[in-house]
């Protein structure tokens, strides 16, 4: 399996602050990766797909990048809506995996 | 607008059986295909299987091939999954979730259930 490791494991923002999650995989995935934030008691949701595709509806302050196996989620402007678990995922192969998480706090 | 809800879980014995259920509404099913994964509790997610869109392809992750089973009803709307013969391990909320419809964008998921939780105690 294609192992996803992210960093760092929890960070914390100020208001208006620009944050970056990095997201490391074990091969190549081709930009077969997305994003995802979820907050506590319910479900993740999709914010970034095939590296930097924004999902419908999602604000324009979240944008992915990276190539080949390291990638990187940019929260501009930091929001108190932004907190929450930002997980990475592989979709290059089967078994889709994900990588540990990294929970973002308002500062 | 797009709405998955699951339901089924509750607290098991080791060893025994439970079914969950997912109903979708708000977009044509049949023509998605369907995963379910779970999270354990402060833990991360775990893709556990996948669907095709007329149930002739399945896929498990290994954990859990030969214990678990993923159907769809297109005419219902459902995606199931039989859990059996659990262990304390299986303890998670489950959830499923819609694969996107871009098939060159490679594997992500679009919209997930609630989730329902299933604990596998003595």
């Known amino acids: 399996d294609i192992q996803m490791t992210q960093s760092p494991h929890s960070l914390s923002a100020s208001l208006g602050e620009t944050v970056s999650i990095e997201c490391l995989a074990s091969?190549?995935?081709?930009?077969?990766l997305a994003w995802y934030q979820q907050k506590p008691g319910k479900s993740p949701q999709l914010l970034i797909y095939?590296?930097?595709s924004l999902q419908d509806g999602v604000p324009s302050r979240f944008s992915g990048s990276g190539s080949g196996t390291q990638y990187s989620l940019k929260i501009s402007n930091m929001q108190p809506e932004d907190e929450g678990v930002y997980y990475c995922?592989?979709?290059?192969?089967?078994?889709?995996?994900f990588g540990g998480g990294t929970k973002l706090e308002l500062k | 607008e797009v709405q998955l809800v699951e339901s089924g879980g509750g607290l098991v014995q080791p060893g025994s059986s439970l079914k969950v259920s997912c109903v979708a509404s708000g977009f044509t099913f049949s023509s998605y295909v369907m995963h379910w994964f779970r999270q354990a509790p402060e833990n991360g997610i775990e893709w556990l299987a996948y669907?095709?869109?007329?149930?002739?392809?399945?896929h498990y992750a290994e954990t859990v091939k030969g214990r678990f089973t993923i159907s769809r009803d297109n005419a219902k709307n459902t995606v199931d999954m039989q859990l059996s013969s659990l262990r304390s391990e299986d303890t998670a909320m489950y959830f499923c979730?819609?694969?996107?419809?871009?098939?060159?964008?490679?594997?992500?998921?679009?919209?997930w259930g609630q989730g329902v939780m299933v604990t596998v105690s003595s």
């Open positions: 979730a819609r694969e996107i419809p871009y098939v060159y964008y490679g594997l992500a998921f679009d919209y």
């Open positions: 095939y590296a930097s």
């Open positions: 091969e190549g995935i081709s930009n077969y």
């Open positions: 995922q592989q979709g290059y192969k089967y078994p889709p995996t």
């Open positions: 669907i095709n869109t007329d149930s002739s392809s399945t």
